[in-house]
């Protein structure tokens, strides 16, 4: 009885393990620039709502004069510039978003260049 218990939690461990790298994270799409837009959709729509995971969010920087940074404002703190502001081209980047709310904005240009998703 024991050994078989012992034998069942073995295989659901087994099965956490291995159900992560068979997932694929789902693709964002990011653009900044060459004007002054900033923009994330996933399958040619704009992102307002996704469920907690892990994302590759694809960056396509137009501009050496933006850059793409993606903050969590509320359930937690997390924060980083995807791209830099004199990088132009494209980037892959995988982030794990946890629930709430989350920014994504142009730092040189936070006040006119920005969007917002909400995480659940
Ligand atoms: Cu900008």
């Known amino acids: 009885m024991k050994r078989i218990t012992l034998g069942l939690v073995a295989l659901a461990l087994g099965?956490?393990?291995?159900?992560?790298?068979?997932?694929?994270?789902?693709?964002?799409?990011?653009?900044?620039?060459?004007?002054?837009t900033i923009t994330l959709t996933s399958g040619g729509k704009k992102v307002s709502k996704l469920k907690a995971g892990k994302y590759t969010f694809v960056i396509a920087d137009k501009a050496s004069i933006h850059d793409f940074v993606l903050e969590q404002k509320s359930g937690g703190k997390w924060e980083k510039q995807l791209t830099s502001v004199l990088f132009v081209g494209t980037k892959t980047v995988t982030v794990t978003l946890k629930k709430g709310k989350w920014k994504y904005y142009c730092a040189p240009h936070e006040s006119s260049m920005f969007g917002f998703f909400t995480v659940t």
């Open 15 to 36: 099965v956490l393990v291995i159900a992560p790298a068979q997932a694929a994270a789902p693709k964002l799409v990011g653009t900044v620039g060459p004007g002054f």
